[in-house]
């Protein structure tokens, strides 16, 4: 008995991923603040911590909007992402695992090759200092990359 054969495939045109406007910086802002103003309870108030340290770390660090609908702070490159969870607030370094981590911030993601995060729960004491380090280091890390 032979097998018959199955009728060949219509190959069909792949239509282009449609492309999203980038948000501009000030897009972005308004977007981040409205995130922290809608969650309404300790993780708004974190995320707003974060940012006021990221800025006072970096201030020319440059405020986006992507994946989304999550807060990237950017500098020569992406520093951080940070992303409100039911239960935590994740601050995702986007080269953490190239970042010296002295203080031990860091949490998560410990194995990994590039990227290492900071889950932090509602009643989590952030090390501002080691924080405020780890920003620091990640915009030396894009600056020297793009250099």
């Not at 969650?39 to 909007?65: K, Y």
Request: net charge positive; proline share 5%.
């Amino acid at each position: 008995m032979t097998a018959k054969k199955k009728p060949a495939a219509k190959k069909t045109a792949k239509k282009p991923a449609a492309k999203k406007k980038p948000v501009s910086p000030a897009e972005a802002t308004a977007q981040i603040d409205a995130l922290i103003a809608g969650l309404g309870d300790w993780r708004g108030e974190r995320l707003a911590q974060v940012r006021r340290l990221i800025h006072e770390a970096d201030p020319e660090v440059v405020e986006e909007w992507k994946w989304r609908g999550a807060p990237v702070w950017s500098h020569a490159g992406i520093l951080l992402v940070g992303n409100a969870h039911k239960a935590k607030v994740k601050l995702t370094f986007h080269q953490g695992a190239k970042l010296p981590d002295p203080r031990g911030v860091f949490n998560n993601g410990l194995d990994g090759n590039q990227w290492r995060a900071i889950d932090l729960q509602e009643d989590d004491a952030l090390d501002v200092e080691g924080f405020q380090a780890l920003v620091r280091a990640a915009v030396a890390y894009n600056v020297a990359r793009k250099g």
